[in-house]
């Protein structure tokens, strides 16, 4: 992570908190949580609500979220804290059609779902066969009758539909949650920008499948520049689109305006970074699009 | 059978009205706007068995809040020997499925006959449950 230190302010705490134990979070559901979802809750673990997002509980000191009746009846989903702001961000109403083009596992799949209360209509869609499964296991479990499951490259979605909203949460390096993990590796320079050419075709696919005036959220996990400002950059060159700035209610940083030798430009402090030390939870760089 | 006829047995059964809809598609699946190109639409909700409907447990649970009829509601000894496969006493029922509630939560599909009531839960998410509780 070295390569980053001229990029991540207060780099220490960056340092810190990703040698540190990863807290375990938690999302309401409440296409299925019962009015005393909290109290049931607080039953089984300790619990914190995110300053936020009053959706979103910290579990203290707890290894495994997902052992409890609560979760097995679909009542909450574990998720990142970080993981829920790019939904948060493509704020979706009751009402809307919204495309989330790469969805597995379904995490903000269903939390679409959840926030249109199940009224309007989520395509999720989902390259790989075999993430399909863990999809429709989470669409079930957490009651989400608004999600049709489509298995297809996500370059390739015809376009003979279109919708309200889109979220491309894309394929990415992961370098957000491997900064905890000592066994994992960093993606290299170089895979981060092949990675990058990917990510700009399933963006520009999504300024296609949207309405006018219709919104694209972009989200990913990673910290490489080539897979976030590089892109976004990229795809305000060649497209009819606009940047909107996006505000958030916790401490984070704006996106970045060069890096190395590449300037991006001043547009993309509008998008925003998410660092481990921000809320104690992965990174995630997030950027809304009015098309 | 047709897609209305599934809405009248749940109406029928549990004295659920629903605003969703149910789209064929070798099970009747709950959702909002089925299409053909969509692998799935919504979730599974009902199968048609050689002996008549049954709903599936992750429906029921959706739709916990609209059940009014052939709810059972069950305690934690109870629940747990449902899910080993045991039966418990009941009476007052007509012979069909039925929703099992534990702690005012809807736990999934049972049957009910000649006074017992059994657990229709997957085995395989049964024994998660058992585990959970």
């Known amino acids: 992570m070295n390569k980053y230190r001229g990029i991540i302010p207060n780099f220490e705490a960056f340092q810190e908190e990703c040698q540190k134990e990863p807290i375990s979070t938690v999302r309401r559901n409440d296409i299925k949580a019962r009015k005393d979802f909290e109290e049931k809750l607080a039953e089984d673990f300790e619990i914190e609500k995110a300053s936020w997002n009053d959706k979103v509980y910290r579990l203290k000191d707890e290894k495994k979220p997902g052992k409890s009746m609560l979760h097995w009846r679909g009542e909450y989903y574990v998720q990142e804290e970080s993981a829920s702001v790019p939904v948060t961000v493509l704020n979706p109403r009751p009402g809307d059609h919204v495309l989330d083009m790469c969805a597995a596992p379904g995490g903000k799949t269903t939390q679409i779902a959840d926030r249109i209360d199940n009224k309007g ?171 | 059978m047709q897609s209305s006829d599934v809405r009248e047995y749940v109406k029928e059964r549990f004295s659920a009205e629903l605003d969703g809809e149910f789209y064929y598609n070798g099970d009747y699946w709950y959702c909002r706007e089925p299409e053909e190109r969509y692998e799935t639409n919504g979730i599974r909700a009902v199968r048609d068995m050689d002996i008549g409907l049954k709903p599936t447990s992750y429906f029921l649970q959706l739709i916990q809040d609209e059940i009014e009829k052939n709810r059972v509601d069950v305690s934690r000894e109870e629940l747990e020997a449902l899910l080993t496969g045991d039966m418990i006493e009941y009476s007052g029922l007509e012979k069909g499925y039925v929703a099992l509630f534990f702690e005012d939560r809807c736990i999934g599909c049972g049957f009910y006959m000649d006074e017992l009531i059994s657990s229709r839960v997957p085995e395989g998410r049964g024994k998660e449950l058992s585990k959970a509780l």
């Not at chain 1, 079930?140 to 499951?149: C, L």
């Open chain 1, 121 to 291: 209509l989520v395509v999720a869609n989902e390259v790989s066969d075999q993430r399909m499964k863990s999809l429709h296991a989470n669409i079930y479990r957490t009651g989400a009758y608004s999600v049709n499951a489509l298995n297809e490259d996500g370059r390739m979605i015809p376009e003979d539909r279109e919708f309200d909203k889109v979220l491309v949460d894309a394929p990415c390096s992961g370098e957000g949650n491997n900064c905890r993990r000592e066994d994992e590796e960093m993606a290299s320079e170089q895979e981060s920008k092949g990675l990058a050419d990917l990510q700009l075709e399933l963006l520009e696919k999504a300024f296609n499948l949207v309405k006018d005036d219709g919104v694209v959220v972009y989200s990913t996990c990673t910290f490489s520049p080539f897979e976030n400002e590089y892109v976004v950059s990229q795809a305000l060159e060649g497209n009819d689109v606009k940047l909107e700035s996006i505000d958030l209610d916790f401490q984070h940083e704006r996106g970045l305006e060069s890096y190395q030798d590449s300037e991006f430009g001043r547009e993309m402090s509008k998008t925003v970074r998410i660092y481990p030390h921000h809320i104690e939870s992965g990174g995630m760089y997030v950027a809304k699009f009015r098309c």
